[in-house]
């Protein structure tokens, strides 16, 4: 009988341009409640709320709008908007 470390091999795992730990830093840099509120920005697009994501990156201090991971969230949920203006 085999075990299972007899079918398990290792599998290398490339992160192109450190995008993963880039992510974990900028959450780092920004204060926690702005963090959660990005992020919650973020569940809202996948949900497919782009109104509700620009809400949430509106909450957020003025101070933050510039934040490379807030400013990608809100283009995404533009770029949505649009789109969905464009079919009707």
């Not at 075990?3 to 730990?21: G, K, L, R, S, W």
């Not at 900028?26 to 963090?35: E, K, T």
């Not at 959660?36 to 509700?52: H, M, P, R």
């Not at 649009?82 to 079919?87: A, P």
């Amino acid at each position: 009988m085999k075990t299972a470390n007899q079918f398990m091999q290792a599998v290398p795992i490339e992160v192109p341009d450190n995008q993963f730990t880039h992510q974990v830093h900028q959450v780092h840099q920004r204060p926690p409640n702005d963090a959660i509120q990005i992020k919650a920005a973020e569940y809202s697009l996948k949900l497919g709320e782009a109104d509700q994501a620009l809400r949430e990156l509106e909450a957020l201090p003025s101070s933050s709008w510039k934040c490379g991971w807030a400013l990608k969230t809100r283009i995404a949920a533009i770029v949505v908007l649009r789109e969905r203006d464009e079919l009707n």
